[in-house]
């Protein structure tokens, strides 16, 4: 539903679930997630429209995810806080794939959210300077693009969206994000030229990557670090 109604700036409470071809309402026996789509064959009890396979691939990833969080962390304040974290990542790594955007619905409480649970986490200062750092790092970097190319190479939903990643994570796993998303979205990006599904101009939304290295560094963050140190520094 978040992923559907955000960006048309849709509110994600009202009205309730409804199918977007016949507008009929959905019960909550058939808005089940997983088994409500098996029991409706696909299709739309109403109209019998059929819905997209993206609905149950959504909602098995998103209950996947919480699982992992749950084997990793247990019940802990980590688990409650990734119930949270989870499912958004997954939100805007459909819709920037989609649409190419991060909506401010998201990104903005998302920032509030992870000054509280960062705070929490990992303390105050560590939080704020990981939020302001992260931002920052961004912004810079998107002016700098911008003066030689001449267009944004990196959007305000991800300078946001790194933001709440740095106040979330603090500013030493926010600089792992930005590393890890660097690297994974190159060789994705090696990968589309290879193929020639993609070209030097070619525009990739970021949104996905730094999704995927938010949920490494907050599943294995510190680990990462301390074998780069270990390992690659020799503990310098």
Not at 40 to 52: D, E, S
Not at 170 to 199: D, E, H, P, R, Y
Request: with cysteine.
């Amino acid at each position: 539903m978040c992923i559907y109604r955000l960006p048309r700036k849709e509110s994600v409470v009202s009205p309730r679930s409804h199918c977007p071809s016949c507008n009929s309402k959905i019960t909550a026996w058939d808005n089940v997630p997983i088994f409500s789509y098996f029991l409706l064959k696909g299709k739309c009890r109403q109209c019998g429209v059929a819905i997209p396979i993206l609905y149950p691939v959504i909602e098995a990833v998103t209950a996947f995810l919480i699982l992992l969080g749950f084997i990793k962390f247990g019940v802990s304040s980590k688990f409650i806080i990734f119930c949270i974290v989870g499912p958004a990542l997954v939100i805007i790594t459909a819709i920037d794939i989609k649409h190419k955007i991060i909506p401010d619905a998201i990104t903005l409480p998302g920032i509030v959210f992870g000054l509280v649970a960062g705070s929490y986490l990992f303390g105050f200062k560590n939080s704020i300077i990981g939020l302001f750092t992260g931002g920052s790092i961004f912004l810079i970097t998107s002016e700098i693009y911008y003066r030689i190319r001449g267009r944004r190479g990196i959007g305000g939903g991800d300078i946001k969206f790194i933001s709440a990643v740095g106040a979330l994570l603090g500013w030493q796993q926010m600089v792992l994000v930005i590393f890890l998303s660097s690297l994974i979205g190159s060789i994705a990006g090696l990968i589309g030229i290879v193929t020639k599904k993609n070209n030097l101009g070619s525009q990739i939304p970021f949104g996905p990557f730094l999704a995927f290295a938010t949920l490494l560094a907050y599943f294995s963050g510190e680990q990462i670090i301390y074998l780069y140190i270990t390992k690659v520094t020799g503990g310098l």
